[in-house]
């Protein structure tokens, strides 16, 4: 079993930069893909980048260019590096890991981190 906390949410004004981690215990995830997705306000959640043991990363349109996922196998910590933030990316983000594929969804979630984007 993985366990999943995520942390660095909070309040930015547009244009803004906020870092998110998400540090995993139980287990080592150094071989497993880990990711990001986020839910906005009625909205279904959406997937926004995966990084896989390979260093191969995967993002989503809306973010790329603008967010960057790296990890840190040694300390079984994967991020999320938030730049040129605009309110519609307002939402709750959580972390996720798959011993697979990370892709609609995955095996392990975290509890999400609130991040709220002002204009």
């Known amino acids: 079993q993985v366990q999943l906390v995520e942390s660095g949410g909070g309040l930015v004004q547009a244009g803004g930069s906020l870092r998110l981690s998400c540090v995993a215990s139980?287990?080592?995830?150094?071989?497993?893909?880990m990711g990001w997705f986020r839910q906005a306000p009625g909205k279904g959640r959406e997937f926004v980048a995966a990084?896989?043991?390979?260093?191969?990363?995967v993002y989503a349109d809306s973010v790329k260019g603008r967010f960057t996922i790296s990890r840190d196998n040694a300390k079984d910590t994967a991020y999320l590096q938030m730049n040129s933030l605009k309110p519609e990316d307002t939402a709750v983000y959580y972390c996720a890991a798959d011993p697979f594929v990370i892709s609609h969804g995955a095996r392990y979630w975290g509890q999400g981190t609130q991040v709220t984007v002002s204009s």
């Open positions: 139980g287990r080592t995830v150094s071989s497993y893909a």
């Open positions: 990084s896989y043991s390979d260093s191969y990363t």
